[in-house]
């Protein structure tokens, strides 16, 4: 039947119909195809508000097992109008909620490594702060930049005493016993991260962050002895506020 004839159809069907009969003939007859207009409706709606709502990320860090998440929204708020940013246009990221143990890799753990794996190969994090455990299995999978080129000489004047340090020559032994299933893995060394002297090739990746009053207004690291510790993420691209962040967190 041509759509023509059977629109007609239906016209004379509803002819002398009250408009409450109609309304039902039309549920009946249209429902299907009203559900999926609502819905096409609706989808293309949230699809708009979200491209209308959405801002580009000015900085992205994580601090990491500080468990600060009661006061992460005033942490972010705070900074970036330390860095000047415009939250109105953008967006200023800080997880201080993440936790992660690398002793037990619950379902949690391992949704966190994979989501930090992602943020770091799409170019989506720009520092990384953390007790020096996590700090060091990261460092030593070349997450962080290498000070002596990121600091500009000011700045590596200032933080060379906190300096956290990585043993590249070691690194590199370790790497050839993984892709050598045969051959014998170096032993592990006990060498202190603040100390190069007992190192081959020390390089500074972190930079300790000792009795720092911002952590401690944002109750990060708040029942942690250690001190915690910073780096910028080799695939940052928003580095010149992550260092800001670093002088922020270090006033």
Known sequence: MAMRDEVKEQQQKLKGKSFREKLEYFWDYYKI????????????????????????DA???VVL?????ERQAEFQEDFAAYAGIDTQTYQCQIDASSTLSLDAMTQI???????LAGMVQTNALDAFVSDAEIFGHYAA??????????????EYEKYEPYFYYIDAALIEEQ????????????METAEDPADPSAMEEPVPVGIYLPDSSKLAQWNCYANIDESPVFGFVFSGQHLDIAHLFLAYLTE
């Open 109 to 115: 753990d391992l949704a966190f490594t994979q989501r």
């Open 65 to 69: 097992n500080s468990y600060g998440y």
């Open 175 to 186: 790497a050839k016993a993984q892709e050598e299933p045969y051959m014998d893995s170096p």
């Open 33 to 56: 195809h009203t559900i999926v207009v609502l819905f096409a409706v609706f989808a293309v709606g949230i699809f708009i508000r979200d491209m209308v709502a959405h801002k580009d």
């Open 141 to 154: 999978d070349m997450m962080f930049q290498d000070l002596r080129v990121e600091l500009d000489a000011e």
């Open 59 to 61: 900085f992205s860090a």
